[in-house]
Nanobody
Framework: VQLVESGGGLVQAGGSLRLSCAASGRTFSTYIMGWFRQAPGKEREFVAH????????YYADSVKGRFTISRDNAKNMVYLQMNSLKPEDTAVYYC?????????????????WGQGTQVTVSS
């Protein structure tokens, strides 16, 4: 599967952004989807994931209550709605996909990655 992110940009603290991820292929609904991020000088970290049907999702503590992940299997799209943004949310955000929840949530090494989209939150 190929993943292409969009929607990043510059926003003031307290603002909102919505990231989108377009996935190729006819088997999109068989993948668990997620988002990771990498801030300058830091390791990549898990942000959120969503199950194949979209019925369940899970978030890192740092974004819980502020970010919402969703998917549209008919359109092969995944979204990350980011509200109440903070300067510490500044990072490159990556869309990821895998058949294995273990690889996404525990190993944090999903099989498929997009190229990333930059999110910058100014104070």
């Amino acid at each position: 599967v190929q993943l292409v992110e969009s929607g990043g940009g510059l926003v003031q603290a307290g603002g909102s952004l919505r990231l989108s991820c377009a996935a190729s292929g006819r088997t999109f609904s068989t993948y668990i989807m997620g988002w990771f991020r990498q801030a300058p000088g830091k390791e990549r970290e898990f942000v959120a994931h969503i199950t194949r049907s979209g019925g369940s999702s899970y978030y890192a503590d740092s974004v819980k209550g502020r970010f919402t992940i969703s998917r549209d299997n008919a359109k092969n799209m995944v979204y990350l709605q980011m509200n109440s943004l903070k300067p510490e949310d500044t990072a490159v955000y990556y869309c990821v996909a895998d058949f294995s929840l273990h690889r996404i949530k525990v190993l944090t090494t999903p099989s498929y990655w997009g190229q990333g989209t930059q999110v910058t939150v100014s104070s």
